[in-house]
Structure formats: structure tokens, C-alpha cells
């Protein structure tokens, strides 16, 4: 996460909170969303004054929740944390929905807040009081990887697979202090990330026997797209078995078009499968059966016989608090790793059995042509849906006449609609006005008005 450090600054660091911004640009944070707020006003001056607004650069925001669910969408798109600053106890409850939605995502935001003064004797009476909390972060404790009230070891902690938001918490006291010496940051270059979890590789030998003996294997994926080496390692894996390969859609892990894409013979492989393998599924169960709406019983998709292997690091992100885990599904073998390594050690192992003359070639092409066929058909029945509704129309709002406002068509009726609707009678979705008796009466004009100041505060003079 270091990065290289940009030297340009406005002025020399001089107060608590421009080591912190300071900090921030080292870590390589290149951009901050934020709804300014007072307690962490001094990291927002030396955000101005003593960077320059450049690295980070804030991203100025109308809510919190807004300024944390751009970080996020900011960090699955570019692969690397945003940050994002939250005011008090009030601003970090906006943001819990947005820092919820990227803890479900396993992915990493960097939020940070401020507080206090931590110390009593430097509070304002009541807002100071009301705004403080010990410790803030037990607010969102259960729903991000780590917090502190300070700290420095957010950024390691985001970045390390299974990803998550962190909630950092600046004392205002801490930010606003004058240093009185110069202040050395640490070379953050000594704290690097952990490297990946790489699987155990008695388990990717039995995963890749159990793939080339497999009569009907089948690949589930679902979050595997957060990096680029998982899904290439896929198509390795998918392309040299002939493996048809369903996606749950939380991320990108599969071409749509590729002749072994099957999600939409989801159901039907799943049920003749005698091998899963899943790949970062979070939710077995969610995939792996039907749901009957009506009683809420679940039934068994896959066969009882059939063999089900687990590759990810789901058991890592589990928390009492919510039960975003899902229910304990049953598994043949689970394996912890993350797919962004696993996958290519398990496509090379496959290739070197099936060098040395393991599986059947015949039976293999055999596969492939009867995945491509399903896929050719699925792409058939989804384009004579797409071409059958290339007609249809969005709804149009009428007046209360049944014209379409605007001047629009509204479809099916010819051109005899394409009127203007008369105005002060015309409303949305066909709906008439209130009659005469319940329409509100309109003030008399106040006396000495002249009638051209007699208009509604709303029109334009």
C-alpha cells in the first residue's frame, strides 16, 4: 500500500493534524470523500493548507453515507482503499448502511472520524458532550475488520484478504496540537501487507484428482473478481476440463460469452453434478438450493452423493453480530486460500496430470461440446426475449384526459395523442385533480398589493 512519497507541501507540518494528512499521503490514499464536519476540521485545514489538496484530494459529499459508498465503489473499481471521513457519533451512524454494504462486499474502505475532545476539561458544554463517545467505534465494531481510537495499522488490516472496511477515530485534541519538535513518520514501507493465503497443497492435489475423475464436474463461483489472476486462473482451469462453469453475479469471474458460461443451466447441471467445486461462495446454501417463497423451506439442489469442494476464505469473516455467513452447509473437503493464488496452482496441477496422460481426452471433448450446445441455446432463448420486447415502451404519465404529458405518444394509442396537455390541469399517472370543494382556497390578496405583486412566492417576476 506505500507508496512512493510526494514531497510538494504548502508549509512545514506544524500541527497534529498534518502529520495525520501527511501519514495519509504515504499510505497512498489519493483520494478522501467527506461531509465536512468539526471534528476532524483540523485534518480538513491541512488537507487545504498544508497539502495542497492534492494526494489525497477530498471529494466533498452532502452525507456520509454518500462519501463511504463512494470510497467503496472507488476501491472495487481501482483495486486499491479510499478513504473517507465521518463527523462524530451522527456522521459514523449515517455511514453504518454504506460501511455495512462493504463489509458484506469484503471490501476495503478506510474510514475515519473524529471526536471528543477525549479530555472533559477541553469540552464545550453540551455538544461536545453529546457528540462523544467511548469507544466510537463499538458503534460499527461488528461490522468492519478492525477499529481504533487512534491507530496506524488500518491500512495493512484493509488491504489483507478476506478484505473489509477499518474505522479509524482522531481525537480533535490530537489534531489541533501544536507540535513542538519536529515529528519523524515510520518508513511504512517496513509494514507491508501479509502475502496471500496459499492453499494447502495436499488439498489442491485431491481437488485436482477429484476435477479429471469426475464424470460431471461443475465450477460455482461468485465474488472472484476482485482480482485479475483469479478469473484467468478459472479459465485455465475451465478451458482445460471442459468444465461448465456457473456464476452467482456478485462480481465478474466468467465471460458471458464464453461457450462453458452456464449460469442459466444453473439448476439443471447442479442437479446431475457429481463434483462442485466453489470458488469464493459466501453463501453455500444460497446456491446450492430452491426456495419455495410460500413456506420458506429450502430444498436440496445438488444429490446427496454428490462431492462438493470449498475454496475460499469465508471462515475468516465471521462475526457474531450479523449472520451474513449464512447457514453451515455441508462440505467434502474445505479449503482456505484465497482463489487469487489457488486457482492458478490448481489449473497447473490439472495440466500437469493431464500431460502426463491422467483423464480422458475423449470423454473431456465429448463434455465441451455439450456445454457449448446449452450455451448456444440459452443465448438463442435470450435473444428472441430481447427481440420480443425491442417494441415495449417505458409507462408514460398522462393528464387527466388520458393525453400523454409533454407532447409524448402514449403507446398504442396513434397520433391523435400527441397533444400538448393543458396546463394547471395535467398531473402524473393518469390521476384527475381534487374537486372544487376539496381544493385548497387561495389567499386573498394582502391589502396595498398592486396586482403584479400578487404571484405565488414560487414564480419568477
Not at 178 to 186: A, D, K, M
Not at 245 to 255: H, R
Not at 273 to 299: C, G, H, N, S
Not at 307 to 330: E, F, T
Amino acid at each position: 500500500m506505500a507508496t512512493k512519497m510526494d514531497t510538494s507541501k504548502l508549509a512545514e507540518a506544524e500541527w497534529g493534524s498534518d502529520v495525520i494528512a501527511e501519514a495519509l499521503r504515504r499510505l497512498g490514499i489519493e483520494y478522501v470523500a467527506l461531509n465536512p464536519g468539526a471534528t476532524f476540521r483540523g485534518i480538513h485545514d491541512s488537507f487545504v493548507n498544508y497539502l495542497g489538496n492534492t494526494k489525497p484530494e477530498m471529494i466533498l459529499c452532502n452525507h456520509e453515507e454518500i462519501a463511504v459508498a463512494i470510497a467503496h465503489g472507488y476501491g472495487r473499481a481501482a483495486g486499491r482503499p479510499m478513504a473517507a471521513f465521518v463527523h462524530y457519533i451522527v456522521g459514523l451512524l449515517h455511514a453504518s448502511m454504506a460501511i455495512f454494504n462493504a463489509w458484506m462486499g469484503r471490501d476495503a474502505v478506510l474510514v475515519l472520524g473524529g471526536t471528543g475532545p477525549v479530555d472533559a476539561d477541553h469540552r464545550r458544554p453540551c455538544i461536545d458532550w453529546i457528540h462523544t463517545a467511548n469507544v466510537q467505534g463499538t458503534a460499527v465494531r461488528d461490522i468492519v475488520k478492525w477499529d481504533d481510537q487512534p491507530g496506524s495499522l488500518a491500512a495493512s488490516v484493509i488491504t489483507t484478504e478476506p478484505k473489509g472496511p477499518a474505522y479509524v477515530c482522531f481525537d480533535t485534541d490530537i489534531q489541533e496540537q501544536r507540535l513542538t519538535e519536529p515529528f519523524e513518520l515510520p518508513d511504512f514501507s517496513r509494514f507491508p501487507a501479509p502475502t496471500r493465503f496459499q492453499a494447502d497443497p495436499a488439498a489442491l492435489d485431491e481437488a485436482a484428482a477429484a476435477l479429471l475423475h469426475a464424470d460431471q464436474p461443475v465450477l460455482l463461483v461468485n465474488a472472484l473478481g476482485r482480482t485479475q489472476a483469479g478469473p484467468a486462473g478459472l479459465l485455465r482451469l475451465a478451458e482445460s476440463l471442459a468444465v461448465p462453469v456457473i456464476t452467482g453475479g456478485d462480481l465478474f469471474s466468467f465471460p458471458t460469452r464464453h461457450p462453458l458460461y452456464a449460469t442459466d443451466s444453473g439448476n439443471d447441471l447442479l442437479a446431475a453434478a457429481d463434483l462442485i467445486v466453489a470458488f469464493d461462495v459466501y453463501d453455500l446454501e444460497q446456491m446450492l438450493t430452491r426456495l419455495d417463497r410460500a413456506t420458506r423451506k429450502t430444498e436440496d439442489i445438488i444429490r446427496p452423493e454428490a462431492k462438493l469442494i470449498d475454496v475460499s476464505l469465508r471462515q475468516l469473516n465471521v462475526k457474531s453480530w450479523a449472520d451474513d455467513h449464512g447457514r453451515l452447509y455441508p462440505t467434502s473437503l474445505s479449503v482456505a486460500a484465497d482463489t487469487a493464488v489457488a486457482l492458478p496452482a490448481l489449473a497447473d496441477r490439472v495440466q500437469e496430470r493431464l500431460s502426463s496422460g491422467d483423464g480422458s481426452p475423449d470423454e473431456i471433448e465429448a463434455r465441451r461440446a455439450r456445454i457449448a450446445g446449452l450455451h448456444e441455446a440459452a443465448r438463442d432463448r435470450s435473444q428472441a426475449a430481447a427481440s420480443g420486447a425491442a417494441g415495449e415502451h417505458p409507462p408514460c404519465p398522462l393528464d387527466d384526459r388520458g393525453r400523454a404529458l409533454g407532447g409524448g405518444q402514449r403507446p398504442g394509442l396513434g397520433d391523435r395523442q400527441r397533444q400538448p396537455p393543458r396546463l394547471g390541469r395535467a398531473t402524473l399517472g393518469g390521476q384527475r385533480p381534487l374537486p372544487a370543494s376539496r381544493r385548497p382556497r387561495r389567499r386573498r390578496p394582502r391589502p396595498g398589493l398592486r396586482p403584479r405583486d400578487r404571484r405565488r412566492p414560487c414564480q419568477p417576476r
